[in-house]
């Protein structure tokens, strides 16, 4: 990811970091076409792109939703290049800060609601997803002049189950890979879950300590 959107995936672990306000100088004037925001602008591409392959033929014609797969395994393959990009090269800009999570949000959003629309993933899978992604956004906006808290390993290994479960749906697998899928997928849901209501904690937290810093200036 590329910008401060990446502490979303806060949970279990985590320890907030104080005074998050990026400033000048955490921002350079680095070309809105570079390397990063390119790999951004390609995954909102994709998303139009991954829904026409999915829903090809009716959804359920297995070789349009290998397609699909390889559209949905490019965007997350992307979304875990542009961040280390553009921080290891200093290319971290506002319309990247903005527009990756909007494309993280985008294609795993395109991607659940598509299953849901077909019968292959009930809705409130989709909704208790959706809903936590939302949620933890505005949430992060919420507290982020208080500062940010940081990805911990409880919210990429979620980021990763969440990938890897929606990719075995959009594959049209038989036999024991769908049951392999559901039980991946249960583990999503249950680390999505629980994430949220640990980064839910430490943002009140982190809100309440830069409440009582302000009151004592």
């Known amino acids: 990811m590329t910008g401060v959107p990446a502490s979303a995936a806060g949970g279990s672990g985590a320890t907030p ?10 921002v350079n004037q680095a070309s809105l076409w570079n390397i990063a925001n390119l790999l951004t602008m390609a995954r909102l591409v ?4 991954f829904v026409v392959l999915m829903l090809h033929n009716g959804g359920y014609d297995p070789a349009w ?3 699909a797969w390889a559209a949905f395994a490019v965007a997350m393959i992307t979304d875990l290049f ?11 800009t506002d319309f990247g ?3 990756d999570p909007i494309a ?27 809903f936590r992604e939302l949620g933890i956004t ?12 940081p990805a911990s390993r409880g919210g990429k290994m979620k980021t990763l189950a969440q990938g890897t479960a929606v990719g075995m749906y959009v594959l049209a697998l038989t036999g024991p890979l769908a049951t392999l899928r559901f039980w991946v997928m249960a583990v999503a849901v249950v680390l999505t ?3 949220a209501l640990d980064y839910i904690r430490q943002a009140v937290v982190l809100r309440r300590q830069g409440l009582a810093a302000e009151a004592e200036r």
């Open 104 to 130: 993280d949000k985008a294609i795993m959003g395109a991607a659940l609601i598509c299953l849901s629309y077909l019968g292959d993933l009930p809705w409130w899978v989709t909704g208790v997803i959706l």
């Open 82 to 92: 542009d961040g280390h990009l553009a921080r290891t090269y200093n290319l971290v």
């Open 97 to 99: 800060k903005i527009a």
């Open 138 to 149: 505005l949430m992060r906006f919420w507290v982020i002049r208080h500062g940010v808290i």
């Open 65 to 67: 939703r290998s397609f």
């Open 46 to 49: 994709l998303v139009p792109g």
């Open 17 to 26: 970091v104080r005074g998050g306000k990026l400033g000048a100088a955490a």
């Open 193 to 195: 879950v629980v994430t």
